[in-house]
């Protein structure tokens, strides 16, 4: 279960988080940062370091944020 940026990210792109990950898990898209669902180890250093409060934790994420899961997914099937 891993960490989801969400739609704050999108403008925002700070790269706070791509500091703090300590398995080098987060590549930035065209219009924000993505976490890679399946080397996130879940320690939620990330979510701490947001500026705009972007990240949670995949079973938090809001219902009108839920299809950023999908999106991170997707980015990285092509990435
Ligand atoms: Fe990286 Fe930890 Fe955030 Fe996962 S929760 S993306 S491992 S900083």
Redesign the pocket.
């Known amino acids: 279960m891993?960490?989801v940026i969400t739609s704050p990210c999108i403008g925002e792109k700070a790269g706070d988080?791509v500091e703090?990950?300590?398995?080098?898990?987060?590549a930035e898209g065209e219009d924000q940062f993505f976490?890679?669902p399946d080397?996130?180890?879940?320690?939620?250093?990330?979510?701490a370091?947001c500026p705009v409060s972007a990240?949670y934790?995949e079973e938090d994420v809001p219902e009108e944020e839920r299809s950023f899961i999908q999106k991170a997914i997707d980015f990285y099937k092509t990435y």
Not at 20 to 26: G, Y
Not at 39 to 44: A, E, P
């Open positions: 891993p960490y988080c703090v990950c300590p398995v080098d898990c987060i976490i890679d080397l996130c180890i879940d320690c939620g250093a990330c979510e370091a990240i934790y």
